[in-house]
């Protein structure tokens, strides 16, 4: 009988394995608990931390090229009204002037309202 063992939440290593209480990847070393893992994983942080909700406000940190055109989104561009999803680009928004896209939550800062 194989258990299967979750990905590393650091590196997404498939090759961890358990140490007692701990689940440890032997690629990156990160060693983490499998209920803390559970309970972590749906919070999404800007760029210094803050925990993001669907309905925030939040700013561009850094210019952002637009994949496929040759305009970008200015660092300081407002973003109202964000919505959180699974995946590589955590945050889909309407951004002005470019219209629907999706972000990724470490090039973005909330604005505290």
């Not at 499998?34 to 406000?57: H, I």
């Not at 680009?89 to 951004?95: E, Q, V, Y």
Request: proline share 5%.
């Amino acid at each position: 009988m194989i258990d299967t063992l979750p990905p590393c939440p650091e590196c997404a290593s498939v090759f961890t394995y358990e140490v007692d209480a701990l689940l440890t990847c032997p690629e990156c070393g990160h060693e983490w608990s499998p209920e803390a893992q559970t309970e972590t994983s749906t919070e999404v942080r800007d760029s210094v931390g803050n925990v993001l909700a669907d309905g925030d406000t939040v700013t561009v940190i850094k210019d952002l090229k637009v994949k496929g055109s040759s305009s970008v989104v200015k660092v300081g561009t407002k973003v109202r009204g964000i919505r959180l999803v699974a995946g590589d680009h955590d945050i889909d928004c309407k951004i002005p002037k470019f219209g629907q896209m999706s972000l990724k939550s470490q090039f973005v800062k909330k604005v505290s309202e």
